[in-house]
């Protein structure tokens, strides 16, 4: 039988790089964007070498290697430099250049504002293009672990159970002691010398980790936050799902609704309470809306907090966020809830079910967050009619009824009938939000980040999202329109940076085992940033 065969090895072949990668090949797009961009207003830079060292790369070239990189999947610096060396494509994206790991992963960890002002950029490229509503945005946070076990995060219940543990195991090394003295009054053996040996090389052992653990406590008191974390001191281990817990960075993202694409994007290391506002408030400036412009929000009831919900509509948001279900007391009826009063704004009053007026003396009292929120005040409203009330034992227990009311309830009610007067509105968030975490965390398997400390996770997070909306883009145009909307695009660089502040020198290892001296740039973001 007859089958194909392949070419001789020993044959010549006669071939430029350009043609080894076809016409419409997604990496001449990458190139094509990269090439737009001018690198060093966005902050990029050449290191700085010796007279006698080897030139640096350009930015441009290991800039194309990552984009080319998390949009295959690839994210570790060592298995770019072999991809460098046995991948075609990357072969005519950097022109056969083979830059060594090192280079590779400074690189990443050097610029994470310039990445940020990169993202930027691509939603004014978007916005351009057409690719944006404009009208309505998804709000959403997805959690990455942080290059830091839950084993090194300490809270002050985990660090009590260890100055315990070795306070009961030094109390038992020491009365191992006491018996094995009173033995060797009787008797001595080597045996006798050799567990005295090993119960001290224990009690040195515990010595040690009583110096770490209140190493530790201390660190803890110098904090504000109730956590600690040794390996990646700007990760905190955050609630995943009920009472699934990781150390983790929380990545927040704002999503317009038009093609899902991201309009904001930023690592934060807390839970979503207090997240809304400005999320949303980045979001719009990205999207080049004035104040006065409207812009719908949507988000789950994690984002749902007084205070979050009065910025946003101060700053005209009109916010669709999930509201939380008042819980159901057992000696309450249905229809004596705190929501089945009626406000009276005017006269600043409630009336209940019954046609009973609750006033209020008008004095503001304080009150403590739930974990996520910020304290706040609120005022108390009753009535003298429970006395007499027929249904009084359907109402409460107490001798009068009260209700408290939130200096931010206006803006709660403003948002709560917005998701009750338009539910189909908030059906749309989830197929807005998810779609983009899901292809992230799915489909290219980006559940964790490879970086230490918020700045630099900010970074690598920007690059990530950065990606998805290229990825999306190429498959909404199609290559032959998306080449051409970067052709034709004009960037401006004002909306994203301003002029670097100043400049010093640090050293860097380089790839040929020399040391460089790289700008370390001080770059004024604008509050977008």
């Known amino acids: 039988m007859q089958f194909i065969t392949g070419n001789n090895r020993h044959q010549t072949f006669f071939s430029s790089l350009e043609d080894q990668v076809a016409s419409d090949n997604p990496v001449r797009l990458m190139d094509a964007f990269v090439d737009k961009l001018d690198l060093a207003k ?10 006698e060292g080897r030139p640096p790369y350009p930015p441009a070239v290991l800039l194309k290697l990552y984009l080319y990189g998390y949009l295959n999947k ?4 060592r298995k770019l430099e072999k991809e460098c060396s046995r991948n075609k494509e990357l072969e005519w994206l950097l022109q056969n250049l083979q830059p060594n790991y090192h280079t590779i992963a400074d690189f990443r960890k050097l610029h994470p504002a310039p990445l940020k002002a990169m993202f930027r950029l691509y939603v004014q490229f978007l916005g351009d293009a057409g690719l944006l509503g404009k009208t309505t945005i998804g709000i959403d946070g997805s959690k990455f672990r942080a290059v830091n076990s839950k084993k090194n995060n300490f809270n002050q219940k985990k660090i009590d159970k260890h100055q315990q543990f ?26 006798l010398q050799i567990k005295k040996e090993k119960i001290a090389e224990g009690l040195a052992k515990l010595k040690e980790r009583t110096i770490k653990y209140d190493t530790l406590q201390d660190k803890l008191n110098n904090t504000d936050d109730k956590q600690i974390s040794t390996t990646d001191t700007d990760s905190r281990s955050i609630l995943l799902t009920k009472a699934i817990v990781e150390v983790a960075y929380n990545t927040q993202n704002a999503v317009d609704n038009k093609h899902n694409l991201i309009v904001h994007t930023q690592a934060t290391n807390s839970n979503d309470g207090k997240a809304l506002h400005h999320t949303a408030k980045q979001a719009k400036e990205n999207l080049q809306l004035k104040k006065e412009d409207p812009l719908m929000v949507l988000a789950d009831k994690g984002y ?17 966020v999930a509201y939380k279900e008042q819980p159901s007391v057992k000696h309450i009826a249905n229809e004596f809830l705190a929501e089945s009063f009626y406000y009276n704004k005017t006269e600043d009053s409630y009336t209940c079910p019954a046609g009973a007026i609750l006033t209020s003396l008008g004095t503001w009292h304080n009150k403590k967050g739930e ?33 408290q009311r939130s200096e931010y309830q206006d803006a709660v009610d403003l948002n709560d009938n917005n998701i009750k007067q338009n539910p189909h509105y908030y059906k749309r968030r989830q197929a807005i939000c998810e779609h983009p975490f899901g292809s992230i965390k799915r489909h290219w398997g980006y559940t964790h980040t490879l970086l230490k400390g918020l700045e630099k996770v900010n970074g690598e997070m920007n690059l990530i999202m950065f990606c998805y909306n290229f990825m999306r883009t190429k498959n909404i145009l199609g290559f032959d329109k998306m080449i051409a909307a970067i052709q034709n695009w004009q960037p401006d660089y004002s909306k994203v940076v301003c002029p670097l502040k100043n400049s010093l020198m640090r050293p860097i290892y380089s790839q040929n085992r020399g040391v460089y001296f790289l700008p370390t740039i001080t770059f004024t973001f604008l509050k977008a940033c």
Request: glycine letters at 2%; hydrophobic letters at 25%; proline letters at 2%.
């Open 166 to 191: 070795i306070k009961d195991k030094t109390e038992k090394y020491l009365q191992e002691l006491d018996e094995l003295d009173a033995h060797e009054n009787k008797t001595q053996s080597d045996e």
């Open 42 to 51: 966005m902050g990029f830079t050449n290191t700085l070498h010796k007279a």
């Open 371 to 403: 974990a996520h929120e910020t304290s706040y005040r609120f005022k108390t409203y009753r009535t003298q009619a429970c006395k007499t009330c027929p249904l009084k034992n359907q109402c409460t227990k107490l001798p009068k009824r009260i209700i």
């Open 304 to 320: 749902h907090t007084g205070a979050e919900l009065l910025h946003c509509h101060n700053d005209n948001m009109i916010t669709h």
């Open 74 to 77: 690839i994210r570790s610096s």
